[in-house]
């Protein structure tokens, strides 16, 4: 493979490590491999690689070499909170369920919402995220399978996809909104409370260098109370 500029082969490792062929926790090829193989200078491989380490893409150890990171760093302002730790940090219980997973074509709002292709695939999956057995959160999300086709076959019934993401591929956009919603009968059957009750509300879209990676919406049970951090 021909590749002219540092951008370019920093785009084609990253393409390697979001699209699993290089998986968390695996050993990089060392820089004169990678510049053979490109056919580029070592100096500019090197340039690749120190910037994907600054975007906290992999870890470089002398004498231990380059290896994947197994939860990638992020850089930007907002970090993407793990409800299982915010559950435990509580001291709370965590378990999490699995209601529904699907590949479906992207619908006309989520396309529009996420400037994704009109022939988009996502995989749809709701899931329950509990607090000493009582419900705590309502996950529904799209996972973009262009941006991340290998989220077509996870088995989701043993992870969660927020814990997932945060794990497979960082983020260089997020959109959040806040918003208080009304239970409809979905709502009020997973969270145990009456239709119509107020809940809290969080949309939250994430994109990688202008790829679109994941649309959510968090719905909280009552008595939810957000705290930040600056």
């Not at 968390?24 to 510049?35: F, K, R, Y």
């Not at 004498?63 to 299982?84: C, E, M, N, W, Y």
């Not at 995220?129 to 077509?152: C, K, M, T």
């Amino acid at each position: 493979m021909t590749a002219g500029t540092y951008r370019e082969i920093k785009a084609d490792i990253l393409r390697r490590i979001t699209q699993g062929e290089w998986k968390p926790g695996s050993l990089v090829p060392n820089e004169s491999d990678l510049a053979e193989h490109y056919g580029a200078a070592r100096a500019t491989v090197n340039r690749a690689m120190r910037e994907l380490a600054e975007d906290g893409l992999i870890e470089r150890k002398r004498k231990a070499g380059t290896r994947v990171r197994l939860s990638p760093l992020r850089q930007a302002k907002f970090d993407i909170p793990i409800v299982r730790q915010q559950i435990e940090e509580q001291g709370s219980t965590y378990r999490y369920a699995l209601v529904q997973s699907e590949v479906v074509a992207a619908a006309d709002w989520l396309r529009a919402r996420m400037r994704l292709d009109p022939k988009a695939k996502v995989r749809h999956l709701v899931c329950l995220h509990f607090a000493d057995g009582n419900p705590y959160q309502v996950e529904d999300r799209w996972i973009n399978l262009s941006a991340l086709p290998q989220a077509r076959t996870v088995d989701f019934s043993k992870v969660g996809p927020n814990e997932w993401l945060v794990a497979t591929i960082p983020f260089s956009d997020v959109e959040i909104s806040f918003s208080a919603t009304a239970a409809d009968t979905a709502l009020a059957d997973n969270l145990g409370c009456a239709i119509g009750d107020p809940l809290m509300q969080v949309e939250r879209s994430t994109w990688w260098r202008e790829s679109a990676v994941t649309y959510v919406r968090l719905v909280h049970q009552r008595g939810y109370r957000m705290t930040t951090r600056y």
